[in-house]
């Protein structure tokens, strides 16, 4: 039976219950076990959903898709040597958040949920806003008014209500919640169940490595949603005895806004208080207020894993040389890529026969105002 569990007070919720938060503040965990036989990952539906099974929708007339999903896993070259690189900017709105949205949405559509809210950078608020359309449900998105223009373009072409708040990210996440009070918050980092989407990230790249798993993963940590969802992916995997461990876990801040990163360099269990943010090209990942902040630190731990944080020049070195070999890809991608190669340079010789994965996260065309701006500024 799925159930929704406060991560504070250990309160238990109904599944069918449209909660998004516990009543005590506390942010609610997903407790559900999953059905996997790798010997018969059959399923009418295609893309992601073939794990349908590990997928906790009661009802198949619920489920909102474009068959997104099982993006090509490639071997590529950088700085730092060869990794492989789960190609998820070629999802349908151009990003990796589609997993996290087809769930979340799916889950909105069987809860008898009419409208949403949710707060994004831009990626993310272009996705919910995609599948909120494919479902019918009307929706506002909050996002800073400094965001890439295409991805506002998105937004709104895809018909949700823009709001475009002055200042920081956190301000957006401050002003969402006024509206949160009376609407279901289809948020990204609050709602579990959007994590019952990113999660499946690591079952496909188990699979497309014949079921075992790599030894390295190397993920942005933001808000963390493909991180942790990474983590409950191979973790389920590992309790059905599918997988024997749980890969090393790298998670990538960028230096302008590294509140997690902070906290690790000095062994803290909280996100650290980030006193002021510098602007950064990796917009994705500026989030200096991480609302599962705790559960990432405690994923990296768990995994003897690390977190790093890269420089803006290391982002651009990185999106020059991702863009030299065909890969047109946003700056928050890049500096995932930033930090893998870092990683391999630090650590080269004992990873010499490792298997390390990547990922792109979002791609280029959704950034391109900012990308020529980059362009521009170093000619």
Known sequence: MTKLI???????????????????????????????????????????????????????????????????????????????????????????????????????????????????????????????AKAGIECDIYVPESTSEGKLAQIELYGAKLHKIPGSRENTAEAVMDAAEKNYYASHSWNPWFFQGTKTYAYEVCEQLGWIPPDIVILPAGNGTLFLGAYIGFKELMDAGIIETIPKMIAIQTENCAPLYK??????????????????????????????????????????????AVTENEIKTSLYSMMKQGYYIEPTSAAVIAGAVNYQKKYREDIMNKTLVTVFTGHGLKGTDKLLKINKSEK
């Open 6 to 132: 406060c991560n504070s007070c250990s309160k238990v919720y109904s599944a069918d219950d449209p909660v998004w938060r516990c009543n005590c503040g506390g942010i609610l965990d997903i407790k559900f076990t999953p059905q996997i036989d790798i010997e018969n990952i059959k399923s009418k539906f295609s893309g992601m959903w073939k794990y349908r099974d590990s997928i906790p929708i009661d009802n198949d007339n619920s489920i909102i898709s474009f068959q997104e999903g099982l993006t090509p896993l490639l071997e590529i070259e950088t700085e730092g040597g060869r990794l492989f690189v789960k190609q998820d900017h070629l999802f349908p709105t151009g990003s990796y958040k589609d997993r996290g949205a087809s769930v979340l949405i799916s889950k909105v559509k069987e809860l008898g949920i009419t409208k949403v809210v949710e707060d994004s950078s831009g990626n993310a608020g272009a996705s919910v806003a995609a599948y909120c």
């Open 263 to 308: 906290s690790y360099t000095n062994k803290l269990i909280e996100p650290s208080i980030i006193q002021s943010v510098s602007d950064t090209l990796a917009e994705g990942i500026a989030i200096a207020k991480p609302v599962r902040g705790t559960q990432i630190l405690k994923a990296v731990e768990q995994t003897n894993g690390e977190i790093l």
